[in-house]
């Protein structure tokens, strides 16, 4: 049976803030592929008032319009009265989750296979395992739609890092040793010491993109220390609903990093980077540790906040163009650097995405838990690539660069390149005008 939540998920006075104006609807994805007003922020900001009060029942219906929320936060950017959104949508799926039956394939995927395997790398790389048996045999064709879309995610030729995976009790000498030391030193003149967060995901299947990024900041002048004790940012607990775990996961990474005396904490991945820049908020209620989540969320900086901008441009550049991650433009704000370090390297070549701010449809888990909205946003996104010419398509965020990629490959567009930035610029360092 749904249970009627009658116990206060909601800051009312937050969630008040919104005037039902609707300058949200334009920038709301769910609602732009709809029309439907209960799949627009200000539509479900009514219906998570509406639960809080009694006034409506926690039904499938009404969970159904929460969970095809994305999370991308772009009606934060467009809402003149600054509408706190992501805080009141992580307060309600926090309680859907403890209040509302699932079905057990709902329950499966988001309490097994994303919290618990997704977060842990050990885990996943066994996950993945199969992945390379399935496609040397040919047997996508023979599995069904849902497990073709989520097996076309994975990059064929990712590459995992061997970063030293912390495991809770194990002694040093149990730990992996990896490619890159815990501390990296640059050459001088050395300007700052930064902490790197590996990530999951980033850790698993862009090993080389995490040593491209570290490669750039020694080349910046930051030696950089990557702490072994680290984990999970707590990012895909916090998105679905499992708050008191994603608290748990800020605990751990603050006290790993903290004890290093760093001047800056360095993430490449902007869905991580967003929930790390938020371990304030999300442990403000907790005496002992709110002020260490607030001294860490000032230190941490996305990767394109630190990098210089390197002159390398020549006229024989392809033509790129840049696809905004929904957590860096919008949770973030950060839009300018990022292009700004890409003309440095293409000049005139540079060309806009239309709706480059629009979610490609990843949104964390959201491919996996929301596989028909999910491609319909990616169908979009991939129609605007097109539209541009561009040879190489460049972004911020793991998942956006596999949920590009499986788009271009479903549309016969293979010979135009996604990049994360990290790789894109580590690619054209001292290209000193050669072709990209």
Known sequence: ????????????????????????LSACPTYLETGNENDS???????????QSGRAPLSDDAVRHIDLCLGCRACEVACPSGVQYGELLEGTRE????????SVGQTFLRRFAIEKIFPFPGRMKLALAPVRVIRALGLERWLPKFAREALALVPPNGRAGTWPEFSPGAPASSTARSSLPAVLEAGAPKQRRVGFIRGCVMNVLFGETNEASVQLLNAAGCDVVTPRAQGCC???????????EARACARRNIA??????????????????????EYGHLLADDPEWAARGR???????????VLPQSKVQGPKSKVVTYHDACHLCHAQRITKQPRELIKAVVGENFVELPESEVCCGSAGSYNLTEPEMAERLQRRKIENILQTGAQVVVTTNPGCLMQIRAGLKK??????????IADFLADNAGRDGRES
Request: aromatic share 6%.
């Open 1 to 24: 049976m749904n249970a009627t939540l009658t116990n206060q998920f909601l800051d009312e006075k937050k969630s008040l803030a919104c005037v039902h104006c609707g300058l949200c």
């Open 41 to 51: 922020p200000r539509g479900r900001i009514y219906l998570m008032r509406a639960i």
């Open 95 to 102: 309680h859907i989750e403890k209040h509302h039956r699932r």
């Open 234 to 244: 707590g990012a895909l607990y916090a998105h679905g609903g499992n708050l008191d």
């Open 256 to 277: 790993a990093f903290e004890q290093h005396n760093l001047d800056a904490i360095i993430i490449n991945a902007a869905g991580c980077g967003s929930t790390l820049k």
């Open 295 to 305: 001294a860490f969320s000032a230190k941490v900086k996305d990767l394109t906040e």
């Open 411 to 420: 549309a016969g567009a293979e010979h135009i390149t996604a990049l994360h």
